[in-house]
């Protein structure tokens, strides 16, 4: 197996970075990562262990990160799926140049299936098979379920918010006065322009990928806090559903319960 570090531009002309992992041999397929809004594809656990993996059955990949994410450079508050989409295409010709006509797989995370679902159109006649794993997809009403937790939070500190009842407690005018606020504190790390908050307020991909389901495994956690299981407009034919399991699905008792299966799917 080799990994090499890949240097590329975006359309900004920030660079990015990612690491392409090649097998031995022959390469029979090829994949690429996508992760999730704060997160990175270089170091993650889900996408190093799955390069190697995926590099010993005869299948390169390229995980990369975003701008403003992991090793690449740029500003995270510029964040959009816009944005991300575009970075996903660089990447694409250049792993399109180093392998040619392949087909390729894609591993998405969290909001990487929406950069995907941007640009599936484009992408269809190349994909071979896609995982999404904890896809947040429905972008509108899960960012409106956030607005409506962590107002709740503060009001009422003992009432628990679920994707099922939020509903009853959102504010449609609040949350639009919120979100044309300015820049918003994103967890811990980072601030995040309304660009953002403006841009996906209204998407929804979840019936972006109705015409290949076939081709797509889906993989989520029963208790994920940052994409509930009940956001998705649709339910894949192929799927894993780990009970209890959080949003990045990588504790070990939720990895053996998924990630051998997702190699397998890929490599079939």
Excluded at 247 to 259: C, V
Aim: proline share 3%.
């Amino acid at each position: 197996m080799e990994t090499k570090l890949i240097e590329f531009k975006n359309k900004e002309n920030e660079t990015l970075r990612g690491i392409m992992t090649m097998p031995d041999g022959a390469v029979k397929k090829s994949a690429v990562f996508l992760h999730g809004f704060e997160r990175n594809a270089t170091v993650e656990k889900k996408f190093k262990q799955m390069a190697g993996a995926l590099a010993q059955k005869e299948i390169a990949s390229f995980r990369f990160d975003a701008s403003g994410c992991g090793l690449s450079d740029g500003d995270f508050s510029k964040t959009t799926v816009e944005k991300r989409s575009s970075e996903m295409m660089a990447a694409l010709n250049i792993f399109k140049n180093k392998f040619g006509d392949i087909k390729i797989s894609f591993v998405a995370h969290s909001l990487g299936a929406c950069v995907l679902a941007k640009e599936l159109d484009k992408l269809e006649s190349l994909i071979g098979k896609i995982i999404l794993i904890a896809p947040g997809l429905n972008q509108k009403d899960i960012l409106r379920y956030y607005f409506a937790r962590d107002l709740m939070k503060f009001k009422k500190p003992g009432l628990k918010i679920l994707f099922d009842n939020y509903k009853q407690y959102f504010d449609e005018n609040q949350f639009l006065a919120m979100i044309n606020k300015g820049d918003k504190i994103v967890n811990k790390w980072n601030y995040i322009g309304k660009q953002y908050f403006l841009e996906v307020k209204d998407l929804d991909f979840s019936h972006s990928f109705d015409s290949m389901k076939n081709k797509i495994l889906h993989v989520h956690g029963t208790a994920d806090p940052k994409v509930p299981l009940e956001s998705l407009g649709i339910v894949f034919p192929n799927r894993i559903i780990v009970p209890g399991g959080d949003h990045d699905l990588e504790r070990p008792d939720f990895w053996e319960q998924w990630f051998s299966q997702a190699v397998n799917f890929l490599e079939k």
